[in-house]
């Protein structure tokens, strides 16, 4: 569908900090996000299993993103220390989607579908590490999002940049979807206390 | 302590092979391991949070090696199609220290301390990717084995090739011994039921 754009600043800068970082093998995450994943369903509730219990495995999931994003955006800025912070959420997509993807998945990401007030895109994700090998059982087929540990990351690491926002996929090729959509709404920008008052946009 | 040794051929395999594949940073695979075994710790059992619900911990992250061990065996051949069943036990340890861990983790672990009949071996493993960031909660400090999940693993992956082990940490760098040991003890050697007459060791 997209044409094969040349590669952005971004992509190139989130390319050449993967290369240099320690990195393990994709199969081990998918695997070992598998085996979680699965223990979740297995475990949680008295509704194990039956799929009943999806939405809090959904939440459950976005719950331990967000503790990792809270965490990962150091790492962020550490490996990335020219990165500034960014201008506007056109910006924000492309550091995510294209350098932030890259650093840590060892992919990319694909910004689209920007709402009309540029307060809302989509990260299209074409290939998803964390689900080589995966077949939903029919009970979560439908309800289950199974990657939804990155929402969970998304929205922790840009609340460190003072950046609230709703992620949550809407589409999944695990459910049968074309793709696999994640998106991102920002609902507030926190002021810093300590910021000064030279916000022109 | 270890001289450097030149590569072996095992190693360089294993380089290969990692290099080729897709991967993702190792910060990611140890933040989601380190959420995930967070969460086992608060939210097993009714001792939660406590330490006493470690050894349950341990058995649950043993469990999924376990499981993770039985699938990986079949990348691993995948990938490495010229490598054969092991000759012997030390060609087995070798394989895993060596080209195992290289090719899922990005590292290699050390073959030491053969007992004198040939049945056991321990994985000095130096650098740990599992282990990035981890400061165990004091409550934990002497009785969670943290990367107990590589355990599992290697059971579940000898065994596949009709090799049933013990494998359990004796020491971790975490709990504030010199180095990480992980302990192989083979119990037995199941005949497949089709396998020649012909075990001439």
Redesign the interface.
Known sequence: MAGKAPQSLHAKQGENI?AK?????????A???G??V??LIKDESSTSGTGENAEEVNA?LDK??Y??GQ??ID?FFAKAPSQGLCRDLNDTAKVIGEQGFK????VTAEVANFDVEAKAFSLIIREN?LAD?VILPSPYANKLWYSN?LCGVIRGALEMVNMKVAAYFRKDILRGHDCTELRVELKEIVKDKYEEDDDDK
């Open positions: 993967f970082n320690p990195k393990v093998s994709a199969e081990l995450l695997l070992t996000y085996a979680f699965h223990r459950i331990m993103g503790n990792i965490r990962i790492e650093m840590f998945l060892g590490p090998f540990i």
